[in-house]
């Protein structure tokens, strides 16, 4: 069944907990800013069907990178919910690694840009502020209750670990990266804003 009804009052439930919370509260907000984040990667996903990045590390394919960011969000979204997972060490390394090596092909950065210029890097740039807003909201849960030891607070909420924290930072530097490079392979000149 797709539905159960019992969201109908405006409550909720998490991982491991049997208290309802509220839909507006900061760990709802938090999940809903993930799953939007997600879904949006979605249609980045679909939009980068073939293409490739040249890098020193490789070439990598964006679709199948976008798929592995995805999977990694759902870790998020259930640690973020109370579940016993964690992002490692090692998926902020592998983000780390592609962010350096896209900036080696592309001009350095002396400004602001304005978004737009191909398609995939329009879409990147939208993406990336959603990872923002998605970061922003699991911060504030975790700054709700950053030492909290067992029983949680209502909506099973545990201190989020510093990797995922550190992953949702780079989740929308490599979103960045890849809008710039999607202009640049495209030959799309980045405009800086005037400020006229």
């Known amino acids: 069944m797709l539905y159960t009804g019992k969201g109908d009052n405006g409550t909720t439930k998490t991982f491991g907990c049997d208290q309802r919370i509220s ?102 740039d939208i993406a990336r502020t959603i990872a923002r807003r998605a970061e922003r909201r699991v911060v504030g849960v975790n700054d709700e209750n950053p030492l909290q030891p067992p029983p949680y607070q209502a909506g099973g909420s545990k201190p989020i670990s510093n990797f995922t924290l550190a992953y949702l930072n780079r989740l929308s530097s490599i979103l960045y990266a890849f809008a710039r490079a999607s202009n640049h392979i495209n030959g799309v000149v980045e405009e800086a804003p005037r400020y006229e």
């Open 23 to 124: 839909k507006s509260s900061s760990i709802a907000e938090a999940l809903g800013s993930l799953d939007e984040i997600n879904s949006f990667l979605g249609l980045v996903k679909i939009k980068s069907a073939g293409i490739t990045f040249k890098l020193e590390m490789g070439e990598i394919n964006l679709t199948d990178t976008i798929d592995r960011i995805q999977q990694d969000l759902f870790i998020i979204q259930a640690e973020t919910a109370g579940a016993d997972k964690k992002i490692t060490e090692e998926k902020v390394k592998w983000l780390e690694n592609i962010i350096n090596d896209i900036e080696k092909i592309l001009p350095p950065i002396k400004t602001f840009f304005v978004s737009g210029g191909c398609e995939l890097a329009t879409l990147c």
